[in-house]
C-alpha cells in the first residue's frame, strides 16, 4: 500500500517553490555501515566541495531559500540548520560525516552531494499517512534525553511531519523523531527529497533517481518506487 502524502495549503503559502519526491521502498536490507556506504559517503563529500568551489554551504542559493523558509516560520536557521546544510557542513568538517547504517548512509550521501535535505522513515512505524503543516503547538514530538523518553512541543507555526501518532519530523527537516528512525531491522522505507526554488524540479528527480539505484544496489531485488508527491490540499 502506497503512503499517503499531503502538504498543507499554509505549508504551499510558506513557500509556494517547495517540492518533493518520495521513494519508497520494501524488501530493503539493512545493516551496520560498510565500505561501501563508507565510500559513498566519502565521494559524496568530495562531490559537495566541488559544486560549492570555495562556497560555505550556507552561501549556495538552496540553502539560502531554506534558510529563509525558516525565518519565515519563525526559526533562527543560524541555529536549526535545514539536514541538508548540517550534513554538508559535517562533511567539510575534519570530523567528517558519521556512519549511522547502510540505508541512512545511502541516503545521506544523496543528501551531501545533491545539496538536497533528504529523510527516511520506517514505513513499519509511521502510523497511518503523513503531512507536512504548520503545528497548532499542542502536537507531541517524543525524543530521547539520557536514556528516556521525553515529551517536547513544536513552536506555533512551526513546519512538521506528522503521521496519525504525533510530529515526526521537527522543524520541518532538522530533528527526526527516533521512533518513525530507520535501524538496521528496517525492511520498509519511506525517502522524501524536499527542495525550494531556485533548486530546478529535474535536479530532484536525478537525485531521487541515484538514491533508488543505490538502493538496488545494496538490497538487491527491493521494490522500488519514485514518485512526486500527489499535490493533495489538506
Known sequence: MTLTLTVSEEVRALAPGFTHIAV????????????????????????LAVRLDGRAPHEDPHMVAWREAYTA???KPS???????AL???????AGLPRINVLVDLYNAISVAHLIPVGGEDLDRVQGGMRLLRATGDEDFVTVAAGEDVVEHPDAGEVVWCDETGVTCRRWNW????????????????????????????????????????????????????????????
Open 24 to 47: 519508497e521502498a520494501h524488501g530493503l536490507v539493512n545493516g551496520p555501515s560498510t565500505a561501501g556506504s563508507s565510500a559513498l559517503l566519502d565521494a559524496a563529500a568530495r562531490r
Open 73 to 75: 516560520f519563525g526559526s
Open 79 to 85: 541555529r536549526t540548520r535545514n539536514s541538508a546544510e
Open 88 to 94: 554538508a557542513k559535517r562533511a567539510l568538517s575534519e
Open 175 to 234: 530533528r527526526q523523531g527516533p521512533r518513525t528512525r530507520l535501524t538496521e531491522e528496517s525492511v520498509s522505507a519511506i525517502f522524501l527529497l524536499e527542495s525550494l526554488a531556485p533548486m530546478p524540479v529535474a535536479d530532484v528527480e536525478t537525485a531521487a533517481a541515484e538514491l533508488a539505484e543505490l538502493l538496488e544496489k545494496f538490497s538487491p531485488g527491493a521494490r522500488i518506487e519514485i514518485r512526486a508527491a500527489e499535490p493533495v490540499r489538506g
